[in-house]
């Protein structure tokens, strides 16, 4: 996707044309911070504490937890590192 291109996705989302958003969004906490494999779990069960009650589906929620709460810090990286690239260009 070219600059323009990108442009116009991210404008489109921004006002509210578009539903999805331009990146995935990192999994934050309500005062804005990253949330750990551990919050993930405990929102998750507190959610749906019934879908959860098996060994292999806390372990399953478990794996995915981590797998976002990694994504996460790395669209925050990316989010940085693209600040400080369109800060200086």
Known sequence: MGWAEGGEVCLRWLLGRQDRPPL??????AD???????????REIAARPWAFEEPERRLELRRRAEREARRSRQLVDLIARTKVSLASG
């Open 24 to 29: 995935p969004i990192p999994e934050r906490l």
């Open 32 to 42: 804005g911070s990253l949330a750990s494999p551990e919050e993930l779990v405990e």
